[in-house]
């Protein structure tokens, strides 16, 4: 039996066993516990989350590998974790620990100001945010295995989100109606490559799963980034911070898997408390905007 | 025939796809009326704990349980073999399953996502190219499980009566013939 691991295949792979799931943002063993039992089908270790991060300022960096490991230690279920925007050895350090997936994190302060991460040379796998078709395309081919949206980390407004996930798809629309002769044009105003350009022409989507982040905080929020044509949902400040956390991440759960049913949507949202506080992403300044990290 | 694919969380749409493939038509499965409507049933990939999860809350549990004791088709791969599976290792606290399979899986069994792999191994007799993710793999079979598959020294795929359990994803390859040999073979004539 030859075996072949760390493959696009088993990478890529890994995703599409989260799709219609919750990813959730825990800081401790307690946390991971009620997410995992909430039915999160993975969970995003940190030290602080983005609502902190904002709060608090200064440089974020990969979080303690103790705290890393201990989270994956308490659940079963995979646990991803982040590091710097073209921070590589913080990727080197993630991979010597196991985790499942390393987010290569705008919420997190950038170590390159010019280049992302090398994740073909990694046997872990990469998800990448992107706010467009063509930075999307960017991370595929610098070996991400996943995509998210970028919404605007630690504000609990959906807006940015929304307007990644529409820009997106309809970019993806367009490619796939027109003229293949067009699509070199296509490939240079994307800033893409040609041969992912024509990969998604024909098959009318990303060739990794997509999910979406940012500023999601209630199940409603996650129905409505799956009616968009998310595959997933990341929720990170939106549990922890919220009155009741237990209950707000099994709610979200729900919402992802019946994103379409709205008595159920209306069922889960009842009797949540009290929602996390939010900050209007109008209200940021834009060279505050983690959205805006990423080349 | 018509296929359900339960589809609570996890690789569903491409279950659907390999039966559709197969010329059958296929359902998502949410709902414990949807049950009553299909002839197979298939457990997709996924996370264990959050489908089972999923099915106990929205009352589908039981429902389930019952079509398996009636004796419904059912293929698992991956978390859909741990959910047929009568006992679990290495599940959360309480963590229940479907059941019908008498078979122990051990959950995670080949390790984490770095060990995550593909393979070509044999099954019913021919080659097949096999893609594990953070794949269970089956500890202790009952005398009247047949094993159709094995990686190393463990069992990867699993037959008893109407139920068929793999630790692979056949559904993220183009091979057909895990689908096909449940269609053919453990679905014929209904």
């Not at chain 1, 889960?268 to 805006?292: K, T």
């Amino acid at each position: 039996m030859s075996e072949a691991t760390g493959t696009a295949r088993v990478k890529r792979g890994m995703a599409e066993m989260l799709k219609g799931g919750t990813i959730m943002d825990v800081v401790n063993v307690e946390q991971a516990k009620i997410a995992e039992d909430a039915g999160a089908c993975a969970v995003m270790a940190l030290e602080r989350v983005p609502a902190d991060i904002r709060a608090q300022g200064g440089v974020a960096r990969m979080s303690d590998p103790d705290m890393i490991q201990k989270i994956q230690a308490a659940v079963s279920i995979p646990v991803m974790a982040k590091v710097r925007i073209g921070h590589f050895v913080e990727a080197q350090i993630l991979e010597t620990l196991n985790v499942d997936y390393i987010d290569e994190s705008e919420v997190l302060t950038p170590a390159d100001y010019t280049n992302h991460i090398d994740k073909w040379g990694f046997k872990i796998p990469f998800v990448c945010g992107a706010t467009n078709l063509g930075e999307a395309l960017r991370r595929i081919n610098e070996g991400a295995a996943m995509i998210r949206s970028k919404g605007e980390a630690g504000t609990g407004d959906v807006s940015n989100a929304m307007m990644h996930m529409r820009t997106i798809g309809a970019e993806i629309r367009r490619l796939t109606s027109m003229r293949e002769d067009e699509l070199y044009v296509a490939a240079k105003e994307l800033q893409a490559p040609y041969a992912l350009v024509k990969e998604v022409a024909e098959t009318g989507k990303l060739p990794v799963v997509l999910f979406t982040a940012g500023g999601i905080a209630t199940p409603a929020d996650a129905a409505l980034m799956m009616q968009m044509g998310a595959d997933g949902v990341f929720i990170g400040s939106g549990i922890f911070k919220s009155g009741n956390p237990a209950q707000r991440a099994a709610a979200c759960v729900k919402a992802t898997t019946f994103f379409n049913d709205a008595k159920v949507l209306a069922e889960v949202s009842r009797g949540l408390g009290e929602a996390m506080v939010g900050i209007n992403v109008a209200d940021i300044p834009v060279p505050h905007r983690l959205a805006e990290r990423g080349w | 025939m018509k296929v359900g694919v339960l589809a609570l969380q996890g690789d569903f749409r491409e279950h659907i796809k390999a039966a559709t493939e197969c010329g059958h038509l296929a359902i998502e499965v949410r709902r414990a009326s949807e049950l009553s409507e299909i002839d197979a049933l298939i457990l997709p990939g996924g996370e264990s704990t959050t489908i089972i999860h999923l099915a106990q809350s929205f009352d589908l549990y039981e429902p389930i349980k019952e079509v398996i004791a009636k004796g419904l088709p059912v293929y698992g791969s991956c978390a859909g073999m741990i959910l047929l599976a009568d006992r679990i290792v290495g599940g959360i606290a309480g963590q229940k399953t479907f059941g019908g399979l008498d078979i122990t899986v051990r959950r995670n069994a080949f390790g984490r996502q770095v060990d995550s792999f593909e393979s070509d191994l044999e099954f019913n007799g021919a080659s097949l190219h096999a893609v594990f993710i953070r794949a269970p793999w089956v500890e202790e079979v009952g005398k009247s499980v047949q094993v159709l598959s094995t990686a190393g020294e463990h069992a990867v795929a699993v037959r008893e009566g109407n139920l068929l359990a793999t630790s692979f994803h056949p559904e993220l390859t183009h091979d057909l013939a895990v689908h096909r040999y449940f269609f053919d073979e453990i679905c014929k004539g209904r």
